[in-house]
């Protein structure tokens, strides 16, 4: 069948009605691209502002910041003595394998369902919200990547034949973990859009980071990382999702965190590791190898220079902010 017997004649007339031109570098056009489209517009957005940076000396360690040399968070690089004595932490987790299983093969592919225990969330009513967490997952990926390989930490299974994973040890670095990371980066998020709700569950703060530690505690248990690397992604996460929300035009989170993970010693990662991340001060843990509280996280300030109102991602973030403000969204129902 030819197209012309599907078309009919041509008939194009270019004096006539002609299509609306779309207005140039605007925002709003976000909604006239498809969602992988999206994503992959501010993905490149978030990631063009960001560079990550080898610093050599005693510990060796990475840079996270911007191109200007404003840092946003620091990685410590843990020597391999930090590591040994954490191994009994692999035993310990080991143990706890059957009733973490179901959790840990399901945040093999999605970390934001967990939060949905916390607060309303649901794909079909926060869509925008699910587009906004999505996004920014795929870009911090190429920044917690980039931090793997510069640091190049051993994982667990290669310190003893022993820990035996029970899921495929991923084929990067292990510290920092990356689902530490990518927890925390979604309990930032979510911290922030249902701070604007008219109704908030209580002690939704305190939840979901409960939520986070216990998705980078699964990753002990499953064999595949130490609790030094949930601490180091804990704290570059916090620091990365505070960083695009603050891009996006949320104000209030310039900070981020300098991990020492090299400090962290014998130290076990649980939520009590955390407690205070979305605060000031600096975070400590006891270190039971030798009966120390030690400080492994310092905080970081900086200032940002943006321009939200012209990016898409600050278009992105309305949108998922709106669902969590108006008088219909699901937080109002009580």
């Given at each position: 069948?030819?197209?012309?017997?599907?078309?009919?004649?041509?008939?194009?007339?270019?004096?006539?009605?002609?299509?609306?031109?779309?207005?140039?570098?605007?925002?709003?056009?976000?909604?006239?691209?498809?969602?992988?489209?999206?994503?992959?517009?501010?993905?490149?957005?978030?990631?063009?502002?960001?560079?990550?940076?080898?610093?050599?000396?005693?510990?060796?360690?990475?840079?996270?910041?911007?191109?200007?040399?404003?840092?946003?968070?620091?990685?410590?690089?843990?020597?391999?003595?930090?590591?040994?004595?954490?191994?009994?932490?692999?035993?310990?987790?080991?143990?706890?394998?059957?009733?973490?299983?179901?959790?840990?093969?399901?945040?093999?592919?999605?970390?934001?369902?967990?939060?949905?225990?916390?607060?309303?969330?649901?794909?079909?009513?926060?869509?925008?919200?699910?587009?906004?967490?999505?996004?920014?997952?795929?870009?911090?990926?190429?920044?917690?990547?980039?931090?793997?390989?510069?640091?190049?930490?051993?994982?667990?299974?290669?310190?003893?034949?022993?820990?035996?994973?029970?899921?495929?040890?991923?084929?990067?670095?292990?510290?920092?973990?990356?689902?530490?990371?990518?927890?925390?980066?979604?309990?930032?998020?979510?911290?922030?859009?249902?701070?604007?709700?008219?109704?908030?569950?209580?002690?939704?703060?305190?939840?979901?980071?409960?939520?986070?530690?216990?998705?980078a505690q699964n990753r002990t248990?499953?064999?595949?990382?130490?609790?030094?690397?949930?601490?180091?992604?804990?704290?570059?996460?916090?620091?990365?999702?505070?960083y695009i929300l603050e891009m996006?035009?949320?104000?209030?989170?310039?900070?981020?965190?300098?991990?020492?993970?090299?400090?962290?010693?014998?130290?076990?990662?649980?939520?009590?590791?955390?407690?205070?991340?979305?605060?000031?001060?600096?975070?400590?843990?006891?270190?039971?190898?030798?009966?120390?509280?030690?400080?492994?996280?310092?905080?970081?300030?900086?200032?940002?220079?943006?321009?939200?109102?012209?990016?898409?991602?600050?278009?992105?973030?309305?949108?998922?902010?709106?669902?969590?403000?108006?008088?219909?969204?699901?937080?109002?129902?009580?």
């Open positions: 069948m030819g197209h012309a017997t599907t078309a009919g004649p041509w008939t194009w007339d270019q004096a006539g009605p002609q299509p609306k031109p779309l207005a140039f570098n605007d925002p709003a056009n976000l909604h006239t691209w498809s969602a992988d489209v999206r994503v992959m517009i501010i993905v490149q957005e978030i990631a063009a502002t960001l560079a990550v940076r080898p610093v050599s000396g005693t510990p060796d360690a990475v840079s996270v910041g911007l191109h200007d040399g404003t840092e946003i968070a620091r990685l410590d690089r843990p020597g391999v003595e930090t590591f040994a004595k954490q191994l009994n932490y692999l035993e310990y987790y080991a143990d706890q394998r059957s009733e973490r299983t179901a959790e840990i093969l399901s945040e093999l592919t999605d970390l934001i369902t967990p939060f949905g225990a916390v607060l309303p969330l649901h794909p079909g009513r926060h869509r925008w919200t699910y587009e906004l967490i999505q996004t920014a997952l795929e870009a911090i990926s190429l920044i917690e990547m980039q931090c793997k390989h510069l640091l190049a930490c051993r994982r667990p299974n290669e310190f003893s034949a022993q820990i035996q994973p029970m899921i495929q040890t991923p084929g990067h670095g292990s510290l920092p973990s990356g689902h530490a990371t990518e927890a925390f980066l979604v309990a930032t998020i979510l911290r922030d859009l249902s701070h604007c709700a008219q109704h908030r569950p209580h002690l939704a703060d305190q939840q979901l980071l409960r939520h986070a530690a216990r998705i248990a499953a064999g595949v990382h130490f609790p030094v690397d949930s601490a180091a992604g804990a704290t570059l996460g916090v620091s990365l999702g505070g996006a035009g949320s104000a209030g989170h310039a900070h981020g965190w300098h991990c020492a993970s090299d400090t962290y010693g014998g130290a076990d990662f649980t939520y009590e590791s955390v407690e205070g991340i979305f605060g000031s001060d600096p975070l400590n843990v006891d270190d039971p190898s030798t009966n120390t509280s030690v400080t492994y996280a310092t905080p970081v300030s900086y200032s940002l220079q943006t321009h939200p109102a012209t990016l898409a991602l600050t278009q992105l973030y309305t949108l998922a902010k709106a669902e969590w403000t108006t008088a219909t969204a699901p937080q109002a129902q009580g």
